[in-house]
């Protein structure tokens, strides 16, 4: 059984709506999780989310780890 981890993820702005449970909740994923694997777990619009991780500004790529947490936010367009 592979090891797991947990995270906190907290949606901002508009992207709270792909959160029924609440905008900050914890998660139990597989200890090799990357970002876009919350991602393509709530069907986020990729190109619209722009992500930080512990305060810092990550990518999708960005490999997580036990008590990490994710902020997710919308990117705005527009001028």
Not at 4 to 32: A, N, R
Not at 44 to 52: F, G, K, Q, R, Y
């Amino acid at each position: 059984m592979p090891k797991l981890i947990t995270v906190s993820v907290k949606s901002h702005g508009w992207l709270s709506k792909y959160f029924p449970q609440g905008d900050t909740q914890s998660m139990l994923l597989p200890e090799d999780s990357q970002v876009k694997d919350i991602v393509e777990r709530f069907s986020l619009p990729v190109e619209a989310t722009s992500v930080i991780v512990n305060g810092k500004k990550s990518v999708l790529e960005q490999p997580l780890k036990d008590g990490d947490f994710v902020s997710l936010y919308p990117i705005v367009f527009g001028g």
